[in-house]
């Protein structure tokens, strides 16, 4: 008999979960008309979720951007999210998770403005981890600046974290089509914003440095650890204006995001015949920065037992 315990991603909806291939939203809900809706990833280590305090402030900031009453206080949804990942198998299966939780304004009759009356849903999925390729870590991401400028800030404000990506998605779609893996994309001053689901860093004349909230960029959690945990260890790392020009001259460049960590960039494709390489594996301050976020968050990981979700 074979008793070892799988892994099944399931997802809640409205505090009913279920398989994930088998969970529904009503096509009248406006998470799914119009994107009308915020969301949070973040992912488990050892079953601990990693800055739990900060996602559900960055979440009640999105809310608040957005206009829109999350309808559960953070208990309960961290409640909802410790069932989810139950019925997931992880804990037994001891498997670390991908989980996205979402609170759209929920299901109304087709009209942009949304009734006063409406109940927003909430939905929890539990995931694997999403598999990234061993190269990403031991060459380098590929990355195309995308034709597709990023959504100015004025226009949608990039620290809603929402459920309307279809900017991001049009530049990834690029990307892709250049054979890159991801993005970067610039605004309409020809200034870097961030890549499609990633903030960036840069090394340029000697200096770390990642555009400052002038170009439309998400306020990411791992921007933040990487700034702190830099500051602690004696490597300023700067938040400014970066034109794309600037970046002809870097020496080094990586990605930060919860799920990508720290992941070094190999090949940059500005435009025609415009590229750029990286060390393989990164530079010396990457590889620096990202040994000093892994000790941080094995440090965050000491401290924040009580919150593990198996
Ligand atoms: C547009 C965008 N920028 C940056 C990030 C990185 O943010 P974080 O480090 O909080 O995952 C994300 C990831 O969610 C994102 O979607």
């Known amino acids: 008999m074979n008793d070892r315990i799988e892994f099944r991603s399931m997802t809640n909806v409205n505090g009913e979960i279920r398989p994930t291939a088998e969970a529904r939203v009503p096509v009248m809900d406006r998470g799914f008309l119009y994107g009308d809706s915020i969301y949070e990833v973040f992912r488990t280590y050892r079953g601990i979720p990693l800055f739990h305090d900060e996602h559900w402030a960055r979440f009640e900031n999105s809310a608040a951007l957005s206009h829109l009453r999350i309808g559960l206080a953070k208990d309960e949804m961290t409640e909802q999210i410790r069932r989810t990942v139950q019925a997931s198998g992880a804990p037994a299966a001891q ?32 995931n694997e981890l999403p598999y990234l390729k061993p190269e990403f870590f031991t060459h380098g991401l590929k990355v195309a600046v995308a034709r597709t400028l990023r959504n100015p800030g004025a226009s949608l404000n990039p620290n809603i974290k929402g459920g309307n990506y279809l900017n991001n998605v049009l530049g990834i779609i690029e990307a892709r089509r250049h054979g890159a893996d991801d993005s970067l994309m610039l605004n309409e001053a020809g200034l870097v914003t961030e890549a499609s689901n990633s903030n960036v860093f840069f090394v340029i004349d000697g200096e770390l440095v990642t555009p400052s909230q002038v170009a439309a960029n998400l306020r990411g959690l791992t921007k933040a650890a990487v700034h702190e945990v830099c500051r602690a260890h004696g490597l300023p790392s700067h938040e400014r204006e970066i034109p794309i020009d600037a970046v002809l001259g870097a020496t080094e460049f990586f990605f930060t995001s919860s799920i990508r960590e720290v992941t070094p960039v190999a090949e940059l494709r500005i435009g025609e015949g415009v590229e750029r390489s990286f060390p393989a594996g990164g530079g010396p301050v990457t590889r620096r920065v990202a040994r000093l976020y892994a000790d941080y968050v094995e440090d965050y990981l000491a401290t924040h037992e009580d919150l593990s979700l198996f």
């Open 95 to 126: 498997q670390d998770v991908y989980v996205r939780y979402i609170v759209t304004r929920g299901e109304g009759p087709i009209d942009l403005h949304p009734a006063e009356d409406l109940e927003t849903t909430f939905v929890v999925i539990v």
